[in-house]
């Protein structure tokens, strides 16, 4: 019974020392791949045209095809399942 017990005891020591060999591998793997696809510096300037590019141009057009979307769908539906509205 003792030499099973010993044999669990450092296969339980084992097993912990690989987990935390692991979990530091893998956090090294993390490190190297941070430092490896580090993003640049953005400058002002790009930072502007980005915004004018979402708040002037993709924005609206993002909204103007839902409008349009929506009144589609209104038409559509009452052309094939409605019919037009009548008093």
Same mark, same amino acid.
């Given at each position: 019974?003792r030499?099973a017990?010993?044999?669990?005891?450092?296969l339980? /020591?084992s097993?912990?020392r690989?987990?935390? @060999?692991?979990i530091?591998?893998?956090t090294e793997?993390?490190?190297?791949q941070? *430092?490896?696809?580090?993003? *640049?510096e953005k400058t002002?300037a790009?930072?502007?045209?980005?915004?004018m590019?979402?708040?002037v141009g /993709?924005?609206?057009a993002i *909204? /103007?095809?839902l409008?349009v979307?929506?009144g589609?769908?209104? @038409?559509?539906?009452?052309?094939?399942?409605?019919g037009?509205p009548t008093?």
């Open positions: 019974m030499y017990s010993v044999s669990i005891d450092s339980i /020591l097993v912990h690989m987990s935390i @060999w692991i530091t591998l893998g793997r993390i490190k190297v941070n *430092t490896q696809n580090a993003p *640049t002002k790009q930072e502007m045209t980005l915004f590019f979402l708040a /993709l924005v609206p *909204t /103007l095809g409008v979307a929506y589609f769908s209104i @038409w559509m539906y009452q052309a094939v399942i409605a037009p008093h």
